[in-house]
């Protein structure tokens, strides 16, 4: 089966189209490193916990919204291979002219084994 990573951060909702540009230049990246696709999803429906939650997990500000995406690799070695190489990219690091529209430190993110797929 294929290979995922997860991530989960929070975004201020003023950002989205920011965001969204963000996220379409990583969908080129991650592609051309051997991605199989990239999902991005903007929370429409994602109550606040009690004990935990998507908010209390990114710390979610009263302007922010959780995002949820993942990358789907063909395997995990594509994926630590293309992790290496992409950290080496000068497109990757934020900076003045690609400037992150969310707070990384918030960012919740892992590698997943898939086990089921429907």
Known sequence: MNYVDGIVC????????KY?????IFVTL????GAIRLVDCWADDVPDGKL?????A????????????WIEWPSKEVR???????MDDPRMQPG???P???????????????????
Request: hydrophobic share 45%; glycine share 6%.
């Open 10 to 17: 929070a975004v201020p909702a003023a950002n989205k189209q």
């Open 20 to 24: 969204i540009a963000y996220a379409q």
């Open 30 to 33: 991650f592609k051309e490193a």
């Open 52 to 56: 935990t939650s998507f908010p209390m």
């Open 58 to 69: 990114v710390k979610r500000e009263a302007d922010e919204v959780v995002v949820f995406s």
């Open 80 to 86: 630590d291979q293309a992790w290496k190489n992409l």
């Open 96 to 98: 003045p002219d690609n």
């Open 100 to 118: 992150m529209p969310y707070d990384g430190k918030r960012m919740i993110y892992g590698g997943f084994q898939m086990i089921v797929q429907g």
